[in-house]
């Protein structure tokens, strides 16, 4: 059974970087058509997708997100990455990852429990 | 301010059937995008409990239940339990934003 996991610093200060990961265990991250997720839920929010890199590397990130952020994989550690630049409070939410199998359209299972980021001085 | 709109909360007594709306638009579930449901209790990893508009996991008791019309959907969860307490997600593809939407949540509360 796949499992996820996020891992990063609980507290990032504004106009520096995030760094999220997220570990799979239970299963190759590189298993043809597999999509790997963050998505993110702000304080008292609903559920906001970032964006997602494909098990061969592709990416596809939100438009409506006011900075471009890198998601990475990398498969000798069977781990992806988030990083966002320049962060403000606007960023403080809690992080979450998940797998989409298929097609960029289906649904998220499974999730990660996810991990509280908050950006204060 | 979400793309998919839910109702912010929704209660009923033990034994009794709510239901979940979630309206969209015809840049996503009128599109005939699929729409899926999480249940999710702070502090854990959402659950999935319907995809592909009417479908349950394994594991997922057939109390609950989804459906989708138009531009819009919903889930059913028939004799509630105290322990279907939790928020709810819906979730489509939207073609305007080219990526997965989510609604707002909708708060399930066992009175």
């Known amino acids: 059974q796949v499992q996820l996991q996020e891992s990063g610093p609980g507290l990032v200060k504004p106009s520096q970087s995030l760094s999220l990961t997220c570990t799979v265990s239970?299963?190759?991250?590189?298993?043809?058509?597999?999509?790997w997720s963050w998505i993110r839920q702000h304080p008292g929010k609903g559920l906001e997708w970032i964006g997602y890199?494909?098990?061969?590397?592709?990416?596809s990130f939100n438009p409506s997100l006011k900075s471009l952020p890198t998601i990475s994989i990398d498969t000798s550690k069977n781990q992806f990455s988030l990083k966002l630049t320049s962060v403000t409070a606007a960023d403080t939410a809690v992080y979450f990852c998940?797998?989409?199998?298929?097609?960029?359209?289906?649904?998220?299972?499974?999730w990660g429990q996810g991990i509280l980021v908050t950006v204060s001085s | 301010q979400s793309v998919l709109t839910q109702p912010p909360s929704v209660s009923g007594a033990p034994g009794q059937r709510v239901t979940i709306s979630c309206t969209g638009s015809t840049s996503n579930i009128g599109a005939g995008y699929d729409v899926h449901w999480y249940q999710h209790l702070p502090g854990t990893a959402p659950k999935l409990v319907i995809y592909?508009?009417?479908n349950r996991p394994s594991g997922v008791p057939d109390r609950f239940s989804g459906s989708k019309s138009g531009t819009s959907a919903s889930l059913a969860i028939t004799g509630l339990q105290a322990e279907d307490e939790a928020d709810y997600y819906c979730?489509?593809?939207?073609?305007?934003?080219?990526?997965?939407?989510f609604g707002i949540g909708t708060k399930v509360t066992v009175l």
């Open positions: 890199v494909y098990y061969g590397g592709s990416t």
């Open positions: 592909g508009n009417n």
């Open positions: 979730q489509s593809y939207d073609s305007s934003l080219s990526g997965s939407v």
């Open positions: 998940a797998r989409q199998y298929g097609d960029f359209r289906n649904w998220f299972d499974p």
């Open positions: 239970g299963g190759s991250i590189s298993t043809f058509g597999y999509y």
